[in-house]
């Protein structure tokens, strides 16, 4: 009993903390209905179900993901990459400064029969924005935008909630309503001015997503 009235207290208090106006990306129920809405930090009480499912399973996406790229002649390729496809490579204090990035995707594993194991690709343009307590990280460039919202959750990790924002798109699809489009990471900091997304299980293609960021020189 003790603990469930602990947790029940710390989830009203989460959900009481003070947040800021945000209509893209993440914006919680009812999700843009109200510009002026105060988003709570807690992150497990904006994720969605699946979401959630695929957070608590992300370091079984990333170990899959890594076995299935080696066994398909990938190996020097993972190996390469260094920390950034290491599952354990996280360090403390995650949070990264506002400012223009650099970011890249590695896609790794197939689902289902495709054959595609391993794909790195270039570099793109990303920005991390401050708003108060809230911190938004979106890739500004590319035909496919990862846009959301950084949320605290332990000393070596922040959880990334949004959605994918496709094409010619000027605004982005509102978090909750469409699976399709939803995304959910785990943000770590692998090194001196050098962070990453862990993405398990995406919609499409891989078992899974890493987005490595790094800053702008």
Known sequence: MVGKTALLTALVAALA????????????????????????TYWRAIATEH??????HGRRSFTEGIADASASGHAADV???GALLQPDAALADPRPPVGEYRCRFIK??????????????PWFR??????????RFRKLDGSQRPIGTLYPDSRLRMIFLGVLQLGDETRAHVYGRDDG???????ERIG??????????????????????????
């Open 17 to 40: 903390l003070p947040g800021c106006a945000y209509t893209e990306g993440v914006t919680g129920t009812p999700a843009g209905a109200n510009p002026e809405q105060e988003l709570p």
């Open 51 to 56: 979401d959630r499912w695929r957070i608590a």
């Open 79 to 81: 190996a390469a990459e």
């Open 108 to 121: 790794l594993g197939s689902q289902a029969t495709l054959s595609l194991n391993y794909v790195a690709y």
């Open 126 to 135: 990303c920005r991390a924005d401050a708003d108060v307590d809230v911190l």
């Open 181 to 187: 489009r939803d995304m959910a990471g785990i943000f």
């Open 192 to 217: 001196e001015d050098r962070w990453r997304i862990i993405f398990p299980y995406p919609r499409f293609e891989s078992l899974v997503d890493v987005m490595e960021i790094q800053p702008v020189e």
